[in-house]
């Protein structure tokens, strides 16, 4: 499915106020209504459209209290505040003298503390478990490390730093989970968090690597599967080669490569996981699994050295049965002006969340997204997590007709930008649940 950057348009889900030549300002730490601790590390950025470009960005804690200012469209700067609670404004100015704004509700408390935005507390879970969680100190020397425990004296997991995104696996039951961090002076702080993991959850790991991955060409202006392209061209290049030792996170990556001479043509890789021409031993040919599954994760890790050359990487999940079709798609705009979209399946096009997306270069990336079909059978967009921060969508959309199929596939995708730069983009740890 093909990004179109020169209809797309961002839309910012802050409360923005701006005149006519501002686009808006995106706030991607901290995240609204979340607690902190007095050292708040502000993340943000701006865009315009005065042919000048964005001059400078400035943070107000509080009404006529001007805190920080910085030049440039880019902003990340730590304030120290004091406990209370606060309606932030981010600030962006450009130099044709317009201006716009963005707010964040922050609690910020004092000493210590561990902030878990997932799971939440008294959640019914699968047995893949996401947990997300960071972590502030008084210590000055700053936080040491974060664990996880599944139950008393049971460390299933640790880290360094103040951030933490795992997965754990975990059999059906009830948890009274703790996240704890350590800092490093001696000190440690908790918060509690009960689960309940049902049973019904089940995981295919590490299908970077497996069979039945197929790759398609895609080029305007249709952008439809292109079956008489090949690997070689017309117009477009790409190739797949699987067990990469280097860059790798698990020792076997699998390196995707996308080029060739058709401006924004697009390349897609799928693999159909249940249902027809199942990889994974599932064909469910009395057709009476994939009717029950409703809640899907794409947990996946990447990583690149030229991904300024991107349109847009594309992530999606994919069900059919009884003539419908549910594609829950992602992609984070690069090249399109890096933020998340989400696929409108009944209209057929892109939907910006004003979820900001800027990939790390030469660094792996970790993005997990979660999905769900209604008992009603709409698709129900649930979370985004990139990098350590999660993003809540929880947006509906209905189906679109497509009959014949019967399945759950993933897809893969790699967009080309208005030259066809060639990049490559290495996939690992590619981990699918569904229940």
Known sequence: MKNRAYISTAIFVFFSVATTAFAGVTVSSPSNNSTVGTSVNFVASATTSCSKGVGSMGIYPSPYWLDYTSSGSKLNATLSLNPAKYNVVIVAWDNCGGSSTASVNITVQQ????????????????????????????????????????????????????????????????????????????????????????????????????????GYAQQPPDYGDCDKCTPDGP???????????????????????????????????????????????????????????????????????????????????????????????????????????????VHAKWVSTGIPCYPNENAWNHLTIQVQRTSNNQLLYQSITFNGQTHTLNRTYAPFSVPGWWGITVNYQMDGNSKQSAYTVYVDKLNFTYE
């Open 111 to 214: 000493g210590s503390g561990v902030h878990v935005t997932s799971p939440t507390n008294n959640s019914t879970v699968g047995t893949s478990v996401h947990y997300v969680a960071t972590a502030t100190t008084t210590c000055s020397k700053g936080v040491s490390s974060m664990g996880i425990y599944t139950a008393p004296y049971q460390l299933a997991y640790t880290t360094s730093g103040a951030s933490l995104n795992t997965t754990l696996n975990l059999s059906p039951g009830t948890y009274n989970t703790t996240v704890e961090e350590w800092d490093r002076c001696g000190g440690a702080a908790t918060t509690p968090i009960k689960i309940t993991v049902s049973g019904n959850g089940k995981t295919f790991y590490n299908i970077h690597s497996d069979g039945g991955w197929n």
């Open 235 to 345: 117009g477009t290049t790409w190739a797949m080669y699987q067990g990469i030792k280097s860059p790798s996170m698990s020792g076997n990556s699998t390196q995707f490569n996308i080029g060739g001479n058709m401006d924004y043509s697009d390349v897609l890789w799928n693999n159909h996981l249940i249902g027809d021409f199942s990889s994974q031993g599932l064909p469910d040919t009395n057709h009476t699994l994939v009717p029950t599954l409703h809640t899907f994760t794409y947990d996946v890790y990447f990583y690149g050295s030229n991904l300024g050359a991107s349109q847009a990487l594309e992530f999606d999940v994919n069900q059919f049965f009884n003539g419908m079709g549910f594609t829950w798609g992602h992609e984070c705009r690069i090249a399109g002006g890096n933020e998340w979209d989400v696929w409108d399946n």
